[in-house]
T-cell receptor, first 114, second 113 residues
Framework: DTAVSQTPKYLVTQMGNDKSIKCEQN?????MYWYKQDSKKFLKIMFS???????INETVPNRFSPKSPDKAHLNLHINSLELGDSAVYFC?????????????FGPGTRLTVL | DQQVKQNSPSLSVQEGRISILNCDYT??????FLWYKKYPAEGPTFLIS?????DKNEDGRFTVFLNKSAKHLSLHIVPSQPGDSAVYFC????????????FGTGTRLQVTL
């Protein structure tokens, strides 16, 4: 049983294109996240949704737009792709509760912009 | 400004011995800490966590120690096994619902036979 799944696993596209990455979790969690791992392997938060409401929006270009149709899904749409967007994008989920913050990650989507 | 640092990019340990991975943080607001393990082409897998109200948490072969005054935590793996070879990330967060994780840059552990 896959807890947090992402599609596609690999995405190769040209500069200027628009693409989407989908994420689904079957853990019953109420919070979902997008992280970006850059070429230096540094994992950094991009967005977080709690019960379909955006609660974390780090300094990310507005070409990136997350959408949460329901608690189990958080998609990431990227407009006008640039070379610097090449990275691995990880989706994660957690059950928000005080004193705990264990997040569970998907397998990642490797985006390559040519 | 990197608030969570793992100063050793790599570590090699013999099978059966102890592996000690270190992590330092600068933000005194952090009060919840986690360790993740990551294999190539996979997502990070949660290993063990510790709240700032504790100084030690143990789960099987994995123990995390927290020294709040030094802003330092460590992960001990005893005994180390070849399957432990992976990249280990330290992460920290501030209490509150749905807080973000701030990650270190990772330490690649290789357990040799």
């Amino acid at each position: 049983d896959t807890a947090v799944s992402q599609t596609p696993k690999y995405l190769v596209t040209q500069m200027g294109n628009d693409k989407s990455i989908k994420c689904e979790q079957n853990l019953g969690h109420d919070t979902m996240y997008w992280y970006k791992q850059d070429s230096k392997k540094f994992l950094k938060i991009m967005f977080s949704y709690n019960n379909k409401e955006l609660i974390i929006n780090e300094t990310v270009p507005n070409r990136f737009s997350p959408k949460s149709p329901d608690k189990a899904h958080l998609n990431l749409h990227i407009n006008s792709l640039e070379l610097g967007d090449s990275a691995v994008y990880f989706c994660a989920s957690s059950q928000a509760r005080r004193g705990h913050n264990e997040q569970f990650f998907g397998p990642g989507t490797r985006l390559t912009v040519l | 400004d990197q608030q969570v640092k793992q100063n050793s990019p790599s570590l090699s340990v013999q099978e059966g011995r102890i592996s000690i991975l270190n992590c330092d943080y600068t933000n005194s607001m952090f009060d919840y800490f986690l360790w993740y393990k990551k294999y190539p082409a996979e997502g990070p897998t949660f290993l063990i966590s510790i709240s700032s109200i504790k100084d030690k948490n143990e789960d099987g072969r994995f123990t995390v120690f927290l020294n709040k005054s030094a802003k330092h935590l460590s992960l001990h793996i005893v005994p180390s096994q070849p399957g432990d070879s992976a990249v280990y990330f330290c992460a920290a967060s501030v209490s509150g619902t749905a807080s973000k994780l701030t990650f270190g840059t990772g330490t690649r552990l290789q357990v040799t036979l």
